[in-house]
């Protein structure tokens, strides 16, 4: 999987941006096959946010937002939310539109 990490208004250091992509891979196990992540860090009115997004099959996109005094506490912030959402989409049951053939009435 493909995590890109970027520093918007920010100046973020390397042990940062290990841990970041550490946490990302491992939440993204979660799915079964994650196509790729972004991760966007920003400085804002003496704010630091976290902008994580998780492409998955299907086109589907789950993103998180959060915003503390540091970033390494908004990073666990966004990564606890975007974790919840994979695991309410793992737990919702598909639906079958098809009728199996050996089930389907003769």
Known sequence: MRVTITARH???DDDLRAHAKDLVEKVAKL???PHHA???F???HGEAG???EVHVPRGRVHVAK???????SA???AIARVKRQLL???ETPRTRRTIRRSKAPR
């Open 10 to 12: 920010a100046e973020i």
């Open 31 to 33: 799915v079964r096959r």
């Open 38 to 40: 972004q991760v966007v």
């Open 42 to 44: 920003t400085d804002a």
């Open 50 to 52: 976290v902008e994580i």
């Open 66 to 72: 959060s915003a503390a005094a540091d970033h390494r």
């Open 75 to 77: 990073l666990d912030l």
């Open 88 to 90: 309410d989409e793992k």
